[in-house]
C-alpha cells in the first residue's frame, strides 16, 4: 500500500475524493446530553482505571462509573492487594454488584519483568510473567491481556530490529499464545513511540507468525499520533484486521503518554474512525485518559463522544 498522510486523509479513503463530514453524532456533546444518555441506559463505555491511577482502586472504579462507565480494563498496578485468586474474584464480584462494572480486561503494559531482548534468564522471566499475569487475568473473570511487545535499543535500526529481535519475539510469543491457547485468551500488543511495534513491517511480521484467534494489536490513538505523526490513520489500513482493540484518545501529537480526551488534541479522529470503518473493525473500544491531569473532567465531557464513535463503529462498547 502506497505512504498514508493523515492531512490527505480523504484522498486516499473516499474515492470520490469528497472529505466526509461527520454526521453531528460524532461530535463532542456538552455534560448534559451526557447526561441524559446515562438515565435512559444508552450508554456502554469501556474505561481504564490506569486513567486513574493516582486515586485508590475503590474510588477509581466509582469515577469511572460516575462518568459512565459499565466495563473496566484492570490496571495491574491497581491490583496489588488482591494476592490470592480468591481476593481477584471477590474483587471482580465487588465491582459488578456493588457498582454495576464489567471486567474487560487486564492492562500488564510496561511491567518490570518484560525484557524480551535481555538475557536469556530475563527472557525467561517475562515468559514466566506473561503466564502469571495471564493467570492473574483468569481470576478476575476477563481473558485479554494488554501488553507491549519491547521497547527499541538505543541505536538500532528498523533493519537491525527485523533481523536480530523479531525472531526472538516470534519465538517467545508463540509460546506465550500455546499457553493463551488452553485458556481461550489473547495478548493484545500496544505499540509506543519507542518500542519495536511502532514500525509497521514489523508488527506485521510478528502478527502473522501467531495465530490471528490470541493475538493481535491494540491501537493506541495518542501513541500512534506521536510515532507516526503524517501516518497514524494510514497504519489502521496497513495493520487491518489485526488490530482487536483500541484505545481511544486524542494527543499533541509530540508526547507520548499524555492521552487526551477526544476532540481536544490535534488528531484528525474523523479520519481514524473513517479508517476503523474501512477495515470493517469489530474489536473494543476503551477510553484512554492516561497521563490527562484532569482525568475525571474529561471522561464526563467526553462520554457522549465516545459512545458516539462506537455506534458509528457498530461496537457495544
Known amino acids: 500500500m502506497s505512504e498514508y498522510n493523515a492531512n490527505r486523509s480523504c484522498d486516499l479513503i473516499f474515492a470520490d475524493n469528497q472529505c466526509w463530514q461527520p454526521p453531528p453524532r460524532l461530535l463532542i456533546q456538552d455534560a448534559n446530553c451526557s447526561a441524559q444518555r446515562l438515565r435512559k441506559g444508552i450508554n456502554f463505555m469501556w474505561g481504564s482505571t490506569i486513567s486513574f491511577e493516582d486515586y485508590p482502586v475503590e474510588e477509581a472504579l466509582r469515577l469511572m462509573r460516575d462518568a459512565g462507565c459499565t466495563r473496566v480494563e484492570m490496571w495491574k498496578g491497581h491490583l496489588k492487594r488482591c494476592r490470592t485468586q480468591a481476593l481477584c474474584r471477590e474483587f471482580a464480584k465487588y465491582a459488578k454488584e456493588d457498582l454495576g462494572l464489567e471486567m474487560g480486561a487486564?492492562?500488564?503494559?510496561?511491567?518490570?519483568?518484560?525484557?524480551?531482548?535481555?538475557?536469556?534468564?530475563?527472557?525467561?522471566?517475562?515468559?514466566?510473567?506473561?503466564?502469571?499475569?495471564?493467570?492473574?487475568?483468569?481470576?478476575?473473570?476477563?481473558?485479554?491481556?494488554?501488553?507491549?511487545?519491547?521497547?527499541?535499543?538505543?541505536?538500532?535500526?528498523?533493519?537491525?530490529?527485523?533481523?536480530?529481535?523479531?525472531?526472538?519475539?516470534?519465538?517467545?510469543?508463540?509460546?506465550?499464545?500455546?499457553?493463551?491457547?488452553?485458556?481461550?485468551?489473547?495478548?493484545?500488543?500496544?505499540?509506543?513511540?519507542?518500542?519495536?511495534?511502532?514500525?509497521?513491517?514489523?508488527l506485521i511480521k510478528l502478527c502473522d507468525a501467531l495465530d490471528p484467534a490470541h493475538f493481535g494489536v491494540l491501537y493506541d490513538c495518542c501513541h500512534y499520533g506521536v510515532g507516526q505523526p503524517n501516518d497514524y490513520a494510514g497504519a489502521i489500513l496497513r495493520l487491518g484486521r489485526r488490530i482487536r482493540h483500541i484505545h481511544y484518545s486524542d494527543s499533541d501529537q509530540v508526547t507520548s503518554e499524555?492521552?487526551?480526551?477526544?476532540?481536544?488534541?490535534?488528531?484528525?479522529?474523523?479520519?481514524?474512525?473513517?479508517?476503523?470503518?474501512?477495515?470493517?473493525?469489530?474489536?473494543?473500544?476503551?477510553?484512554?485518559?492516561?497521563?490527562?491531569?484532569?482525568?475525571?473532567?474529561?471522561?464526563?465531557?467526553?462520554?457522549?463522544?465516545?459512545?458516539?464513535?462506537?455506534q458509528f463503529l457498530g461496537l457495544a462498547c
Open 106 to 202: 487486564l492492562n500488564v503494559v510496561g511491567e518490570p519483568y518484560f525484557k524480551p531482548f535481555g538475557t536469556d534468564e530475563e527472557l525467561k522471566g517475562t515468559l514466566e510473567g506473561l503466564k502469571d499475569d495471564l493467570n492473574l487475568a483468569l481470576s478476575l473473570g476477563v481473558r485479554d491481556v494488554l501488553i507491549w511487545e519491547g521497547v527499541r535499543p538505543k541505536g538500532f535500526s528498523d533493519l537491525e530490529c527485523e533481523q536480530q529481535l523479531l525472531p526472538r519475539l516470534i519465538d517467545m510469543f508463540q509460546s506465550v499464545v500455546k499457553f493463551a491457547k488452553w485458556h481461550n485468551a489473547r495478548f493484545f500488543t500496544e505499540p509506543h513511540p519507542f518500542t519495536v511495534g511502532m514500525n509497521d513491517q514489523f
Open 258 to 310: 499524555l492521552h487526551y480526551a477526544p476532540g481536544t488534541g490535534k488528531m484528525n479522529l474523523t479520519a481514524v474512525l473513517q479508517a476503523f470503518k474501512v477495515i470493517g473493525f469489530d474489536g473494543t473500544l476503551t477510553l484512554d485518559l492516561y497521563g490527562n491531569p484532569t482525568p475525571v473532567y474529561s471522561a464526563r465531557q467526553c462520554a457522549a463522544n465516545v459512545d458516539r464513535a462506537c
